[in-house]
Structure formats: C-alpha cells, structure tokens
C-alpha cells in the first residue's frame, strides 16, 4: 500500500497541454476512480503515474518521494488494461506467474503463489485452459492475477470493464469492491461510467478538459457538486438545469412558475440570473396545479421495472422525473409535478455552485 500525490502535474504533446496542472492526493488503501469524459486526460495521467508517459511538468510522489524518473518496473506498480494483454500461447496458470518466472522464482513458490491468486479470483478450476478459451470476465480477473502476485504497492486499472456486457460489469464490480476489501491495495482506476465510479470508490476525481473540477467523497460530489459539470456528471440519471433568476423572499423565479429557496442567505443578489439544479429523483406528481410548482407535458415515457422515467416539457425547458414503475402516463398528458424545495442547488452565470 502507498499513498500517491500529484502536485501541479502537466503534460503537453508538442504545443497541446492535455493536462493541465492536475492536483489531487490517494491516501494508503483508498480506492480512488478518475472520471470524466472521453479526452478530458484520465489515462494519461495514470500511464504518467506508471511511468508509461513522461511529465512535463510538476510532481508526482509516492509515500512523499519524488518518483517523475524513477524507471516503470521500479515504482511497485501494477497496471491492469483495457485490453487484457494476455499472452495467448500460454496457460492461464502461465500468465498469472509470469512475472515471478522473470524473476527466476523457484517453480514451487511460483506453483504455491498461482495456487493463492486464482483460488482469491475463483480461476483454480481454469489454471490449464490458455485466453481463448475463456469468457471476457474470465480473461479480466486472469489479467487482475497477473498484476497482484506480484504484491504491488498501487494497482492502476485502466478501463478495465468497457469491453464486457452490462451484467458481466456489475458482477466484475462487485468482485473488484471484494479484492479491494480483502487485499487492501492503494487503487487508481480509470473509467467514463460515473455509475462505476459511484459504486466501487472511496474517493472520486472528477475530470474536465484536463483539469480537475472537483474530488471528493462519491456521496460528497453527489450532494454538494461545485459546478454544473460535476452536478451533471455524477448522478444517474444526471440532474436537471433550469435558467431563471432570483427574486425577493428569496425565490427562483423560472418560465412562469416561481419556488421559494429554503434556507438560502441571498441578500443582494434579487434580479439575477441564476440556474437552479433539480435531480430527477426530487420531483414528484401531485393530483392538482394548485399543490404543484409547475404543469408539464409528458414527451417521453421510460419504464425500467421498477422505476420509470418522464422527459417532460416546461415552456423551453426539458425535465427528467424519477417515479415509481406503476406509475401512469402517455406521451402527450399534463402533469402536475411538485420539487423538493430543500433538494435545490443553485449555479451562477459562470456555471459555479452558490452557497446556501
């Protein structure tokens, strides 16, 4: 275990700076995701962590030393990638101790640590069987052995489940969360899923062309997000954005309809303009438009089961409800729906959260 910090860290390919003074600090045993969209530097910034890539600038520390050019195989680093990267001549038992046999391990104490891996990744009864015959989830916890035999100080994985289907996912997910609990590695890993992030993180870093826009706890990001980015990043189904302004008393005065702002100190800022947040979840129908914030016309009905979701229409603004699964309604009806007037958050012109 380790604890890794980046300190002002840049890299730039010829004059394009793909990442751009990134800070953040995995404490020992944290099992920390960075996330953000497709090209926002994630992978770089863990192939920089690897010592696959150089960095331009700034410092990344491991336990408090400096490591920017320390060689790859001397950092204590495992990395597990997208791609499996499994040798296809060899056995699975082969692949797992491969990097002991580079060492000249004695057989026996390689046959012995093999053993204990696969028997933690329930691959004891495939140790004979070479890649191609074996399912994707399969392939990825062959490729997880290979990197923990080798009893690394940090595991880096590199969007490790995007090549598997849905369920295959979310069983990998819990398996990663249950080799997380029992062998107590410092994790990095690397996804677009923010569903992923959610579920398996102790600490989330949320990227953004490069830069980082906030990290924190996932339950930190998902109740007090510093911007409309992370509001609309983490959270799934993603929140709601509705452009107004502030009125006296205070209120969010939106397209004909207006709520009151619980608990919020905005004196001084009456008559500007000011985004409101809603999640998906903290809206709800009411039988009439006397109790209700707004009506909506429903566009689109998605029932999953056991929930279902509107896309409702409100004057120019598109909304997003989370409602039980029996729920009733066509495209086309008026619906009468009601806020969580203590679930709102508020954003400037500069897309920043307002303190309340």
Known sequence: MATISLRNVRKSFGTVEVVKGVSFEVANGDFAVLVGPSGCGKS????????????????LLIDGKRINDVPPDQRGIAMVFQSYALYPHMTVAENIG??????????????????????????SSLLDRRPAALSGGQRQRVAIGRAIIKQPRVILFDEPLSNLDASLRVQMRAELQKLHQELKPTIIYVTHDQVEAMTMASKIVVLNQGEVAQ?????ELYRHPESTF??????????NIIAGR?????????TGWSAP??????DGSVGQPVSLGIRPEDIRLVDSSTDADFDATVVIVERLGAET???????????????AGD??????????????????????????????
């Open 44 to 59: 770089t910034l863990l192939r920089m962590i690897a010592g696959l890539e150089s960095i331009t600038d700034g410092d």
């Open 215 to 219: 990290w924190n706890a996932p339950i």
């Open 246 to 254: 502030l009125d006296a008393g205070p209120r969010f005065v939106g």
């Open 261 to 266: 702002l619980l608990g919020q100190n905005l």
């Open 327 to 356: 729920m009733v309604a066509r495209p086309g009806d008026v619906v009468h729906l009601k806020m969580d007037h203590q679930a709102f958050h508020l954003f400037d012109t500069q897309n920043r959260a307002i303190p309340g």
């Open 309 to 323: 979701y509107l896309n409702v229409q409100q004057g120019s603004d598109s909304l997003l409800v989370r409602l």
């Open 98 to 123: 491969f990097s002991l046999d580079l060492k000249k391990i004695p057989k026996a104490d390689i046959a012995r640590e093999v053993g204990r891996v696969a028997e933690l990744l329930q691959l």
């Open 230 to 239: 992370v509001a609309t990043f983490i959270g799934s189904p993603r929140m």
